[in-house]
């Protein structure tokens, strides 16, 4: 399975999306300001195909209320004005701490599920204590 | 992004949509509720365009499954007031119906033996029927315990319905991100 299809899946489970979607919000966000369906079509093609406008706008709002992402508002050819989102300063901190936090997670998990790394299984404990020699 | 196409029934149909989200949306501060609706707003007509209506709105999910998000994401849970208003009127209604039931059945059965008056007292209102050969009918004379206990039960009713222990601090409260 590749890379990709993997993240794939990952869209498809939203307890294993909700820790990390705000932070894949502020570093799309960093790259480049946008409003809300861009976001979330740019988070598609980025790997994560089955992400919906549903998972993501309530994310941004709150990212929005927390003060960790800003919003002004530009006029849309095609309809009402758009709002437009960036990191605060705030937004960039927490996302340092986030990356941060994840590749910190990110080895551990690697770590844990290394079949070279995995501990030699333990003996069978089906003994009363002090049963054995 | 592809040319603009959307129709007046797509138009109808986000308008509708954010109609429903508006009622879900219930208990949210209202200043909170028009930004999340102006947003979605804007990002809708674009989603519209792009993928048509049918995709943009199922991408969003029911009403009630967005506004259940926002409310997730905003940390605790919000009275649900228009649930406590229909709660409270369908309490009342059902108080009002089977009053009406009450009094009818001692009419009818003040009829069936012949005729005369009778009082007697419903959920603390006190009333008078009578029914016979000279015709039918009742006096209600409304006094404050009746008009207390009907506004105790409303508002146990509207409670409840609202959920209004979750203005409780620490109720209801879960751990953001």
């Known amino acids: 399975m590749s890379g990709t299809e993997i993240l794939a899946d990952a869209s498809r489970d939203p307890q294993l999306l909700k820790g990390v979607l705000p932070m894949l919000v502020l570093r799309t966000l960093q790259e480049e300001e946008t409003y809300g369906y861009a976001l979330v079509v740019r988070l598609q093609e980025a790997g994560l195909p089955g992400l919906s406008t549903g998972t993501v706008y309530p994310v941004l709002a709150r990212l929005e209320r927390d003060g960790l992402v800003t919003a002004r508002l530009a006029p849309s050819a095609s309809g009402p004005a758009r709002k437009y989102y960036r990191p605060t300063a705030a937004g960039e901190e927490r996302l340092v701490r986030a990356v941060a936090a994840w590749e910190a997670l990110g080895r551990t998990v690697a770590r844990v599920l290394a079949p070279d790394d995995a501990p030699p299984p333990r003996p069978p404990t089906d003994h009363p204590p002090g049963a054995r020699a | ?177």
């Open chain 2, 1 to 177: 992004m592809t040319a603009p196409t959307t129709t007046a029934r797509d138009r109808r149909r986000v308008a509708w949509y954010l109609f429903r989200l508006d009622l879900a949306l219930q208990g949210f501060p209202r200043a909170e509720a028009r930004q999340i609706q102006e947003g979605l707003r804007a990002d809708l007509d674009d989603a519209v365009m792009h993928v048509g209506a049918g995709r943009a709105l199922h991408d969003l999910g029911s009403p009630r499954q967005l506004a259940a998000r926002y409310e997730a994401e905003r940390g605790r849970p919000v009275p649900r007031v228009l649930d406590g208003a229909v709660a409270a009127f369908l309490v009342g209604a059902g108080i009002t119906l089977s009053w009406l039931s009450y009094v009818l059945g001692a009419i009818d059965t003040l009829s069936t033996q012949g005729g005369g008056t009778v009082e007697l007292s419903y959920l603390a209102l006190p009333l008078t029927a009578w029914g016979g050969p000279n015709g039918l009918g009742f006096d209600v004379t409304l006094n404050l315990p009746s008009l207390m206990l009907l506004a105790v039960v409303l508002a146990v009713a509207f409670a409840v319905g609202a959920r209004l222990w979750r203005l409780l601090p620490g109720v209801g409260a879960r751990p953001t991100a």
